[in-house]
Nanobody
Framework: QVQLGESGGGLVQAGGSLRLSCAAS????????MGWARQAPGKEREFVAA????????TYTDSVKGRFTISRDNAKNTVYLQMNSLKPENTAVYYC????????????????WGQGTQVTVSS
């Protein structure tokens, strides 16, 4: 079993930046592919970014390419989402996800999820 804990959310003005962190605990013998998803009020949860177990591969939803960067520090069992040039439409609860086998954008493939952290971007 893997536990995920997100942090770093908050209120920021449009054009600003935030860095989200997700710390994983529970299975020290495994490294997991990790992803970020978000859910805005009244909308379905959507994929944001993912990173492979070793960190060599990353993928993003089109709307965040060039503005968001996913990275990881396996020594700290932590994955990050650096978010720059934030827009009001990026307001959502951001969730961290993990899976031992799957790397990609299909959210139902991820086995483990965090509780989420709120990101609010004011105009």
């Amino acid at each position: 079993q893997v536990q995920l804990g997100e942090s770093g959310g908050g209120l920021v003005q449009a054009g600003g930046s935030l860095r989200l962190s997700c710390a994983a605990s529970g299975r020290a013998d495994r490294t997991y592919a990790m992803g970020w998803a978000r859910q805005a009020p009244g909308k379905e949860r959507e994929f944001v970014a993912a990173i492979s177990r070793g960190g060599r591969l990353t993928t993003y939803t089109d709307s965040v390419k060039g503005r968001f960067t996913i990275s990881r520090d396996n020594a700290k069992n932590t994955v990050y989402l650096q978010m720059n040039s934030l827009k009001p439409e990026n307001t959502a609860v951001y969730y961290c996800a993990a899976d031992f086998l799957y790397y990609g954008s299909t959210l139902r493939e991820y086995d483990y999820w965090g509780q989420g952290t709120q990101v609010t971007v004011s105009s």
